[in-house]
Structure formats: structure tokens, C-alpha cells
């Protein structure tokens, strides 16, 4: 245990970002610890849209649309991996709410 509150007690922000991203087996890596998260029933209500490269400028356009503005929004690009967690609600005796928060649950692990 002392070292889960160690790394929850240096754990901090940063808002710069540079150009290092986990690789594909060092994100599966990240992905599957972060899937660890309680789930009630087991039923994985999220999904991962990994954005690398001119996936992100797909999303960048999308996002520019969106606010009625035409080019790429330069907050798809400033990363060089951008993921997108997705609520995939499931029917089930499980509220929504708590499939949410599970989703959310893997965002924030992760």
C-alpha cells in the first residue's frame, strides 16, 4: 500500500505537453492497468479511439466544424497521441450513471 500513496501523493499536473507518447505496447500496457478499475458486473463501458498522426487532424477538423469555424483546431494537435474515452453503456441491471462513472474511472487512471 505505501507505495499506491506514494505515487497518489507525488502525483501532478502538467499542462505542457511534449512529444513523447507511450508506443502502441507501451499504451496496451497502460490500457490494461487502467481497465482494472471497479466494474460492476464486468461490463467494460468504455471504449478507447486512439489519435495518433492525421487521425488527430480528423478530430481537429471535427472540432472546428463543430464551433462553426472551418480549418484544424490546434487542440487536436498538440499532442502527438490523443485518446478519446467513450461511454459504451450496456444493458444491464447497472445503472447508467455507474457505467459512467466506471468510463470516467478508466479516464482518470489512465
Known amino acids: 500500500m505505501t507505495g499506491v500513496r506514494e505515487a497518489a501523493l507525488a502525483r501532478r499536473s502538467c499542462s ?9 505496447a507501451e499504451l496496451l500496457d497502460l490500457v490494461t492497468a ?3 478499475v ?5 461490463l467494460r463501458p468504455w471504449r478507447l479511439i486512439e ?5 488527430r487532424a480528423i478530430l ?4 472546428n466544424k463543430a ?18 474515452i467513450v461511454a459504451a453503456y450496456r444493458k444491464s441491471k447497472v445503472p447508467r450513471w ?12 489512465l
Open 16 to 24: 505542457k505537453v511534449t512529444d513523447a507518447a507511450p508506443d502502441p
Open 34 to 36: 487502467a481497465g482494472r
Open 38 to 42: 471497479a466494474d460492476h458486473s464486468s
Open 51 to 55: 489519435m495518433r498522426g492525421e487521425d
Open 60 to 63: 481537429g477538423r471535427a472540432l
Open 67 to 84: 464551433d462553426g469555424k472551418k480549418g484544424v483546431s490546434s487542440k487536436a494537435m498538440r499532442a502527438p497521441l490523443v485518446i478519446a
Open 98 to 109: 455507474e457505467q459512467e462513472a466506471v468510463a470516467s474511472g478508466v479516464a482518470h487512471l
